[in-house]
């Protein structure tokens, strides 16, 4: 498709499971970047890649939160040892460089019981 | 500290009328802002942006106007539609500051009503 896609849409966990989310970017972006949307709220910075290089990683919460693009395109979120805390819906996005919009995917829904 | 802020969390107008949404900022290096819009379970959508060069930029029905010294910028839609009605999201980024990591207000619901 033409836009970013992300998988799974839905995702239920165990407290304490690993979880690992897909960002699959808009073809040609350099840009991707991971948020974090709690309800009620504007979605917050996690991290952020330049192809395959993570230049910030100053929104991961804690060092439960890992993010990898190891050929530059797509990404995967990893969360180890799931928390309560960590339920929201996780938001992927893709740009061109420099002063560009960001364009988003639908979201993973992520929920610890 | 909320770096963006969304001061009204609802604003309802008429069909037909022009939607005034707002936005202030307190981080005076953040040099370029987006509008998106957002449905129930999809991702934001991207609407309008401009640059710190620029006062007002327009895009078919929407205009963003930016008042640098107020740290102020707001989204104007003329004339709303019913089709319009969502959560709206004001985001502002340093990208010449080497940050593009977009920072988001909490978001205002606009309902236009027929």
């Known amino acids: 498709g033409a836009g970013v896609s992300q998988s799974p849409r839905y995702k239920v966990a165990k407290r304490g499971q690993d979880v690992a989310l897909r960002c699959d970017p808009i073809s040609g972006h350099v840009s991707l970047f991971w948020y974090q949307q709690a309800l009620g709220q504007g979605p917050e910075f996690l991290t952020y890649?330049?192809?395959?290089?993570?230049?910030?990683k100053s929104g991961l919460p804690s060092d439960r939160f890992f993010a990898e693009r190891p050929e530059g395109s797509v990404s995967t979120l990893k969360i180890q040892r799931t928390q309560q805390e960590d339920s929201a819906v996780y938001l992927c996005a893709s740009s061109l460089k420099g002063l560009q919009p960001q364009h988003f995917g639908d979201g993973t829904r992520l929920s610890i019981l | 500290d909320q770096q963006v802020k969304q001061n009204s969390p609802s604003l309802s107008v008429q069909e037909g009328r022009i939607s005034i949404l707002n936005c202030d900022y307190t981080?005076?290096?953040?040099?370029?802002f987006l509008w998106y819009k957002k449905y129930p379970a999809e991702g934001p959508t991207f609407l309008i942006s401009?640059?710190?060069?620029?006062d007002k930029n327009e895009d078919g029905r929407f205009t963003v106007f930016l008042n640098k010294s107020a740290k102020h910028l707001s989204l104007h839609i003329v004339p709303s539609q019913p089709g319009d009605s969502a959560v709206y999201f004001c985001?502002?980024?340093?990208?010449?500051?080497?940050?593009?990591?977009?920072?988001f207000g909490k978001g205002m619901k606009l309902t236009v009503n027929p």
């Open positions: 401009i640059s710190s060069i620029k």
């Open positions: 981080n005076s290096m953040f040099d370029y």
């Open positions: 890649f330049q192809n395959e290089a993570q230049l910030d």
């Open positions: 985001a502002a980024s340093d990208v010449g500051g080497g940050s593009e990591k977009l920072v």
